[in-house]
């Protein structure tokens, strides 16, 4: 049973930081994409970065240059240090985690929008 459970949102005024965690357990897969997507309500879900078990990142254009996706292996725990902060930022941010097999077409980068599992979500606010 995987479990992802996502904390660090919060609201922090524009040029601020920002730590999202996400606590991830029962991930067997050998090869997995850990992801992180935001979303705000009315818009559709947007990928924001992602990492695969090899530590291969990738990471969206609109948020580049400010956040950084990292993964402690050991405490099997997904950060996204964001970095910077804009308004725009605002949204409900998701971890996600699902297989890595591109022979099933199954890629880890910030273009994929579907994935087996997801947490709940944290909520970030940026105010101007």
Avoid: H
Avoid at 14 to 23: M, N
Avoid at 62 to 88: C, H, T, W
């Amino acid at each position: 049973q995987v479990q992802l459970v996502e904390s660090g949102g919060g609201s922090v005024q524009a040029g601020g930081s920002l730590r999202l965690s996400c606590a991830a357990s029962g991930v067997t897969y050998s090869r997995y994409c850990m992801a992180w997507f935001r979303q705000v309500p009315g818009k559709e879900r947007e990928g924001v970065a992602t990492i695969g078990s090899d530590g291969t990142t990738s990471v969206a254009k609109s948020v580049k240059g400010r956040f950084l996706i990292s993964k402690d292996n050991a405490e099997n725990i997904l950060y996204l240090q964001m970095n910077d902060l804009k308004p725009e930022d605002t949204a409900m941010y998701y971890c996600a985690a699902d297989q890595w097999s591109p022979g099933l077409n199954l890629y880890c980068n910030v273009g994929r929008s579907v994935m087996a599992y997801w947490g709940k979500g944290t909520l970030v606010t940026i105010s101007s």
